[in-house]
């Protein structure tokens, strides 16, 4: 089997291998460096750079990124949020803002109901 170039220290001994007793996912070892990644291989593309069905979505205990076996380029790739994800968030703190204002009226509504005009049982006047 041919070596490939390892994507972290950039030396010729990348091999795979399966072995299903450790994961389900192809195995990816530097005989270097001794670096570790995992690959689903439905996770296929043509690279971006040179152009060949050849890039596949590596993992390792750190990221996640692309790695062409061809010309050895890799782009890691970032988690973001969705839009509809962060709408969800900035919705949920309206709402929670809403909630706790809510909650105020009500403390202050309770207290002028307990204490009327008078100084409550702290000593303060109340709110």
Not at 55 to 62: H, V
Not at 71 to 84: F, P
Not at 99 to 126: M, P
Request: proline share 2%; with cysteine; hydrophobic share 20%.
């Amino acid at each position: 089997m041919a070596t490939q170039i390892c994507p972290k220290f950039k030396v010729d001994s990348f091999n795979w291998k399966v072995d299903e007793d450790e994961s389900p996912l192809t195995i990816w070892d530097c005989g270097n460096c001794n670096y570790r990644a995992f690959e689903n291989e439905t996770d296929e593309r043509n690279c971006s750079n040179c152009g060949k069905k050849t890039e596949s979505k590596l993992k390792d205990n750190k990221k996640e990124y692309w790695w062409c076996s061809n010309c050895s380029t890799t782009k890691e790739i970032k988690k973001t949020m969705s839009a509809r994800i962060k709408r969800d968030i900035e919705k949920h703190k309206e709402n929670n803002k809403r909630i706790v204002e809510l909650a105020k009226r009500d403390v202050k509504k309770y207290k002028k109901d307990l204490y009327g005009n008078k100084e409550n049982d702290n000593g303060k006047d109340s709110e």
